[in-house]
Each structure stands twice: as structure tokens, then as C-alpha cells.
């Protein structure tokens, strides 16, 4: 078979590939503020965005722009040079989107392709020139001030985005406070109308620009074109969406009792969807089908590949229509059933959170610098701000009394009103980069956006600042990231696949499936893991007895996890199975994590309770600290285990493994009682636990004596096994201790007279 064809059917399947990758990262962009302020159902929203992305994919012109703008000389290459270029593209994209995507961060596909052509085309270009196939400078070959403008318009999206945000953010909310439901209509309906002012003028600047009706003439437009029109006639176009929307506003919320900020958020979340779709699609098809017309050419010409010249590239590259149609629905697809794009939105929303969130991010110096800075100066601000002006804006930026939600998913990230002005300042903002030909990143521009105006909210509070802070950071650094790696990766690829030809192709290929898979069946395990996450779940209880008998079975959960590990410690220091240690280690560390994801709501859930049952909280501040002491047992038995067995030291003598087992069985029969009380509610059992608690006791000192007598008789010879083995032995009777006072805690606080009360029975009586 042809060796371009081969390549041809290769980019194929990439192009589906990149299709699936490029949205799950690009979601973000138009999904965070509709999902993150839950002013409308899950399911709306994604069909909502389905629909934008399904327009913008039918309409788009389909021009291959990042290819054809310059970013290297297409007349100074020849065929077989430009489907290197091509395919090294596309094997680096796919790898570099899905890497981000699995670790959840959103970047740019714009930069990542524009970098990755520009790497590839670099390399080749040296490699001519290094082969002496070429009489020309490498700065002929490639348009320097291309990736320079791209590289200021990284610079630009953050810093200018980022700020407008934060400053139309802060006076929208002084005008309209977080109680804005209590305002006047009248200042719903004119935010309405500026917001969806914005969000036209964005349509039609950005979203409609590139479909096969914007360059129709139209005799109502003064016989110009659409897109002529917008271009020169924007004070008319914004003039008169401002009074048209305003109108409508104003007859919605009074007439019909429209929710303005709700019908924002829907508007905005079209628009954004549609010109994603419209605009980013050439992003991950564009450059397969400019493979595909550069092979017909090729093929019509009859000239051999090393010889036909692709300076046809530089006119415009057009897709069928067809072919839109098909990618408009695989990125359809895609957006209802990606875990990966769920995984990018969910950074973008929890950064920019209002309420109590698990930080994923920790702090770092730079980030603890920044936020020192800030605070410093903020507190010189109000040192020489009149005390009367400082109430009055604390009074306007006080939100209201959180709801309580059963399940704290459903709790809303922000409101609609920071919603609203997310997707209208990103709008406006690309709206503005379109018409003056600036290279701002959309996925920049909407990311640094809801950042800033949750910087304005004042989401980011001294409790917050550092780590949201780290994780913009994160995020920006990922982003400068994306350029260097997508430039020398796919130089490096280029060059193997120009030099090793088919046998190198294949083996990219193979290397590209194989990291694909890798990386699905890795989120798989993460998703999978934290869905098993937080198996203490208390959010609902209100009283003492409630939080008992809902906790109950998780606890049971938790004293199971607690055997399994201890188990699994045992057994690979018995076997010098370091594997099986470091399994034991990551679960450790993962209930860890749980019991920190409780202790971090001790507040919220202290602050929600009613006055009659504050006794609730005295309850949940036990039960942490004691799982907390069975946690930190089996956190120093895991590492004592593993650092054993790593360091290579000497393995335990038969009958201190023995000891062990025993010790491990007698420890598991507890522990199965416990949960089985547990799963039964038969807390009144508590007398017999203690009587075990003696038995095990006894048991554990009589191995520890009998350790002692080994050591004393020069029978045991070496240091490192008897201070492990006394450890183990003492640790585990802590892990005793700790479960004899789980049981004897819900015991004392147990009373089956008294019918508990959930939060679901207290809003019903209400």
C-alpha cells in the first residue's frame, strides 16, 4: 500500500481522535458557568451546549486557518516533506490534549496546534538544511512574527482577561449586591439588556463570521455583506440590540416574570458553544483534510511526491460539508459522554467556587508571596478608606445564608449573576480580539474571566486564597507548558517519522494507541476511585441520633478498609511483597484523605445546626478524632512495613511472622464483630468488646515478652526486626484502643427511644 495513503487513512482516525481529546478539553469553555451555578438542570445544559456546538460545526466555513496563516512557507516544501508535517501534528496533539485532559487541566488547542506546526516545520526545515536540500535560511522557512504574536496573545488573554473580569465583576456586585433577587426589576432588565447586547454583538462578530451566509450582500444592510456590515457598523449593530433587548427584558420580567440572569446564562452558554464550534473546529480537523486535498493534488499532478511543490496551500482550504456535519456530531457525542471533559470543568468550577470546596491544589511559595502582597495591600487600602464606605461595601458584598443541600453536589459553585457576567466580559472580550485580528486563546479568555470575577467575589477568603491561587498558577504554567512541549515534541516526531518512514510511522502509531489506552484505563481507576471517596457521608444529620444511625454503615465501611490494609501490611512484609506495601500505603492514604475531607466541614456543619441540637456537633468532633487515631495506627504500621521491605533489610524470623499473623487474625475477628454490630445498629454490645479488648491485650504483651526473651538470648540478631516487631505490636494495640472506643462512643450516645431527624424531614416541615 502507498506509503501517503497509509498516512492519509492514519490522519483519519486521528482526526476522530483529536475531535473526541480536543472537546472534552474545550468544554470547559462554554460549560462552567451554566453548570458551576446550577441556575439550570444538567441535562438543559448539555442540550443547550449540543445544540450551539451542532450549529457552529454545520456553519463553520471549515477554513483551515492555522495552517494557512503563515506559520511556515508552505512553497518552500514539497509533498512527502508536507505530510510529515502533518501527521507528526496530529500525533502530538492527540498525546498533548489527552495528557491534559487525565490530569484535568484546560489549555489551548489554538496554541497547541499553532506550536506544534510550527515545531514540526522547524525541524524538517533543519533537516533540509542540514541534507543541503534547501539554499534558504530557516527564518525563510517559518514566519517568526507569527509565534511571536501567538506567544503575546498567551500574555494578553491572561493578564487582560483576568482583570477585566475582577473589575467588572467588583462594580457589578456593588450595583447589585448577592441579594440581587430583592432588587428592583427594572436593574434585572437593564443588566439583561447590556449582557445580551454583548452576547449578539458576539454572535455576529465571532460565531456568524465564518458561516456561508456572512458574506452574502443583503439590500436591508445597505447592500453589504453581513460580515462587512458587523465590521464597520458595530456602534449601530450594539445601539440597536441595546434598545431591542432592553425592551424585551423589561417586558419579560414584568409581564411574564422571566428569570433575565437565567435566560443570560442560556444565551451566553449557545453562543460560546456555537462559536467554539464554529471557529475552533479547524482545530482538529483542519489539518487532516489539508493532508487529504494536498494528497489529491499531489496524485492529479503526476509528479513524484519529493517533487511537487505545495504552494497551493497558501489559498484558502475548504471542507465539505459533509464532513462538518460528522464532526459536528462525534464532538456532540463526545460532550455528553466524556469523563475527561467532566474532569476539566470540575478544576475550573472548584477554583472559582464560592462555598466550601476540597482544595485539589496545595500552596507553594509563590502562590503564599502573592497572596501576602495582595493582602498587604488591600489592608493599606483600608487603613485610609472612611469606616462608613468600608461597611457599605462589606454590606453589598455579604452573600446570603448558604442553603443546606442533602447531597453537596447540588450546591450551586456561584450565583447567576457571576454566572451572567462570566460568559458576557468573555464574549465581549473575543468579540473584541476577533474584529482587531488579536490572537487572544478563548480557553484563556474564559478561564482567566471566571477567576477574575471570583477574585471580585471575594470566593478566594484568607481560608482559600493560597491554594486557588497555587492552582491558577498551575494552570498558566501548564499553558506555557503546552507551547514548549507541543513545539519540541513535534519536531522530535517529525523527524522520525520523515527519517524511519513507514516502519517508524507504524511504530508511532502503536506508541500514540498504546498512551491512549494507557491514560483511559488510568482515568478509569481515578474516576472509579473517587466515586468510592468520602465513605463518611453526614452532611444530611441534624440531631445525635440521626448522625448514629446514618453513619453507621459507613463506619462499617471504613473499620473493613481498616482491615484490609492491616491485612495487606502483614502479608507483603511476610512475603517482602513491597508492591503489596505500597498498595496499602495509597489506601492509608486515601481514608486519610476522607477523614480530612470531614474534619474540613466540622464548621459548616457546626454553623447549620439548630440550637436544640448543637449536642450533634460534640458527637461528630469525637467520632473524627477517633477515626483520625485508627488512621494515623495504620498510616505508621503501612510505612514502618514498607520502609522495611524497600531499604532491603533482613526479613523476619518464621516465628515473629508468625506472631504477626496471629496477632493480624486475632485483630480481624474484632474488627468483623465491630462492623457486624455496626451493620445491625447493636451498639448495646459494648460490654463484650471490652472483654476482648483485655484478651487481645494480653495476647499482644505475651508475644511482646517473648521478643524480649529472643533478644536477651542472642537469638534474634538484628536491630532493624526486633524495633519493627515491637513497633507493629504497640501500633496495633493503639488500632485496638481506637476501635474499642468507636463502639463505646456510639454506645454512650446511642438511644433507640428517640426517632431521629434528617435534614429532608426538616425542610418538609418547613
Not at 495552517?67 to 510529515?84: H, Q, S, T, W
Not at 485483630?667 to 448495646?684: H, K, Q, T
Request: net charge neutral; glycine share 6%; charged share 20%.
Amino acid at each position: 500500500m502507498d506509503f501517503y495513503l497509509i498516512i492519509i487513512i492514519a490522519l483519519a482516525v486521528l482526526a476522530t481522535a483529536d475531535l473526541v481529546v480536543g472537546v472534552s478539553n474545550d468544554a470547559v469553555n462554554f460549560l462552567n458557568s451554566a453548570i458551576g451555578s446550577k441556575a439550570i438542570n444538567f441535562k438543559t445544559v448539555m442540550i443547550i451546549a449540543s445544540l450551539g456546538v451542532a450549529a457552529g460545526a454545520i456553519f463553520s466555513s471549515g477554513l483551515m486557518e492555522v495552517a494557512r496563516k503563515g506559520i511556515f512557507n508552505p512553497e518552500l516544501f514539497y509533498f512527502d516533506e508536507i505530510m510529515v508535517i502533518f501527521m507528526a501534528v496530529m500525533l502530538t496533539d492527540i498525546l498533548l490534549l489527552d495528557f491534559f485532559n487525565t490530569l484535568g487541566l484546560p489549555t489551548s488547542t489554538t496554541v497547541s496546534i499553532v506550536f506544534e506546526l510550527l515545531g514540526a516545520a522547524v525541524a524538517i526545515s533543519l533537516v533540509k538544511i542540514y541534507w543541503g536540500n534547501a539554499d534558504v535560511s530557516l527564518y525563510e522557512f517559518i514566519n517568526v512574527s507569527k509565534a511571536s504574536q501567538i506567544i503575546f496573545g498567551i500574555l494578553l488573554s491572561v493578564f487582560v482577561a483576568f482583570t477585566v473580569g475582577a473589575v467588572v465583576q467588583y462594580i457589578s456586585r456593588l450595583i447589585l449586591t448577592f441579594h440581587f433577587k430583592d432588587n428592583p426589576k427594572w436593574m434585572g432588565a437593564v443588566f439583561g439588556g447590556i449582557a445580551m447586547t454583548a452576547i449578539t454583538y458576539f454572535i455576529l462578530a465571532k460565531g456568524i463570521k465564518g458561516t456561508p451566509f456572512a458574506d452574502n450582500t443583503y439590500a436591508f444592510l445597505g447592500s453589504m455583506s453581513l460580515k462587512e456590515y458587523v465590521a464597520t457598523q458595530s456602534n449601530n449593530v450594539i445601539g440597536i440590540s441595546l434598545i431591542l433587548w432592553t425592551s424585551l427584558s423589561m417586558l419579560g420580567v414584568y409581564l411574564f416574570r422571566t428569570d433575565i440572569y437565567k435566560s443570560i446564562i442560556i444565551v451566553g452558554t449557545f453562543s460560546l458553544a456555537l462559536a467554539f464550534a464554529g471557529n475552533d473546529l479547524v482545530n482538529f480537523i483542519g489539518v487532516p483534510i489539508a493532508a487529504w486535498q494536498s494528497f489529491e493534488a499531489w496524485k492529479a499532478s503526476g509528479v513524484s511526491a519529493e517533487l511537487f511543490n505545495m504552494a497551493f496551500l497558501s489559498a484558502k482550504v475548504s471542507t465539505p460539508t459533509i464532513l462538518l456535519i460528522i464532526a459536528g456530531m462525534i464532538m456532540v457525542v463526545t460532550l455528553w459522554f466524556s469523563t475527561k471533559a467532566q474532569e476539566v470543568l470540575k478544576t475550573s468550577i472548584d477554583l472559582s467556587r464560592q462555598e466550601r470546596t476540597q482544595e485539589r491544589f496545595d500552596s507553594n511559595a509563590f502562590s503564599r508571596g502573592l497572596v501576602r502582597a495582595f493582602a498587604g495591600s488591600m489592608r493599606s487600602i483600608e487603613a485610609v478608606s472612611p469606616n462608613r464606605l468600608k461597611e457599605k461595601v462589606k454590606a453589598r458584598f455579604t452573600p446570603p445564608k448558604s442553603q443546606r443541600y442533602v447531597n453537596p453536589e447540588d450546591a450551586p459553585a456561584f450565583d447567576n449573576v457571576r454566572a451572567s457576567i462570566n460568559l458576557t466580559v468573555a464574549a465581549v472580550l473575543i468579540s473584541i480580539a476577533t474584529s482587531y485580528k488579536l490572537p487572544l486563546s478563548t480557553t484563556y479568555v474564559t478561564f482567566m474571566v471566571a477567576m477574575g470575577t471570583s477574585l471580585a467575589d471575594r470566593a478566594w477568603g484568607a481560608d482559600s486564597a493560597v491554594y486557588r491561587v497555587a492552582g491558577v498558577l498551575n494552570v498558566i504554567g501548564g499553558w506555557f507548558l503546552t507551547a514548549l512541549t507541543a513545539f519540541t515534541a513535534c519536531g522530535i516526531v517529525a523527524v522520525i517519522v520523515y527519517t524511519g518512514k513507514l516502519p517508524a510511522l507504524i511504530g508511532m502509531f502503536i506508541l500514540t494507541g498504546g498512551v491512549l489506552w494507557s491514560n483511559f484505563r488510568k482515568h478509569k481507576v481515578n474516576v472509579a476511585e473517587s466515586k468510592r471517596e468520602r465513605d463518611l457521608k453526614m452532611i444530611s444529620s441534624s440531631s445525635v441520633q440521626s448522625l448514629i444511625l446514618e453513619s453507621a454503615q459507613d463506619v462499617s465501611k471504613v473499620i473493613s478498609k481498616c482491615n484490609d490494609i492491616y491485612l495487606g501490611s502483614i502479608n507483603g512484609l511476610a512475603k517482602l511483597n513491597a508492591e503489596d506495601l505500597r498498595t496499602s500505603k495509597k489506601e492509608v492514604n486515601r481514608l486519610g484523605k476522607e477523614i480530612d475531607k470531614l474534619r474540613n466541614e466540622l464548621f459548616y456543619f457546626i454553623q447549620e445546626l439548630e440550637e436544640e441540637n448543637v449536642k450533634a456537633s460534640h458527637f461528630y468532633i469525637s467520632l473524627i478524632s477517633i477515626l483520625e487515631d485508627m488512621a494515623q495506627s495504620l498510616e505508621y504500621i503501612t510505612k514502618a512495613s514498607y520502609k522495611h521491605v524497600n531499604n532491603n533489610h533482613r526479613q523476619l524470623k518464621y516465628s515473629q511472622i508468625k506472631e504477626l499473623k496471629e496477632t493480624q487474625s486475632d485483630l480481624e475477628g474484632l474488627l468483623s464483630d465491630v462492623r457486624f454490630s455496626f451493620d445491625i445498629n447493636a451498639f448495646e454490645a459494648f460490654a463484650t468488646f471490652a472483654d476482648k479488648k483485655e484478651e487481645l491485650f494480653a495476647n499482644i504483651d505475651a508475644k511482646i515478652n517473648q521478643q524480649v526473651q529472643r533478644t536477651r538470648s542472642k537469638e534474634e540478631k538484628s536491630p532493624k526486626n526486633t524495633t519493627l516487631f515491637f513497633s507493629l505490636m504497640v501500633e496495633t494495640k493503639d488500632l485496638i484502643v481506637a476501635t474499642i472506643n468507636l463502639i463505646e462512643h456510639y454506645h454512650l450516645h446511642y438511644d433507640p427511644t428517640i426517632a431521629p431527624i434528617k435534614l429532608g424531614d426538616e425542610q418538609k416541615d418547613k
